[in-house]
């Protein structure tokens, strides 16, 4: 995933964080693969799933806080 950042291919592969929709924070994952949940930020951006993991450094235009919930697609 990652797809809210867009890679610069110029320069070395650098990575440039862009605006994310809504960011959930300190959620609890269960991307239905079969494995087990995990802790983690999930980016969205136009109604899709674009960035599952650590989203503290990113600008978004919407946090929510979901802590103590389960994020599942």
């Known amino acids: 995933m990652g797809g809210c950042y867009q890679e610069n291919r110029?320069?070395?592969?650098?990575?440039?964080?862009?605006?994310?929709d809504v960011v959930l924070?300190?959620?609890?994952v269960i991307d239905g693969s079969g494995n087990p949940r995990f802790p983690?930020?999930?980016?969205?951006?136009?109604?899709?799933?674009?960035?599952?993991?650590?989203?503290?450094?990113?600008?978004?235009?919407?946090?929510v806080n979901v802590s103590g919930l389960i994020i599942a697609p």
């Not at 924070?25 to 609890?28: I, L, R």
């Not at 930020?41 to 990113?58: E, L, Q």
């Open 25 to 28: 924070e300190h959620g609890t």
């Open 40 to 63: 983690a930020d999930v980016g969205v951006t136009n109604g899709r799933i674009t960035f599952v993991g650590d989203a503290s450094a990113w600008t978004a235009r919407e946090r």
């Open 10 to 20: 110029d320069q070395d592969r650098l990575k440039t964080p862009l605006l994310c």
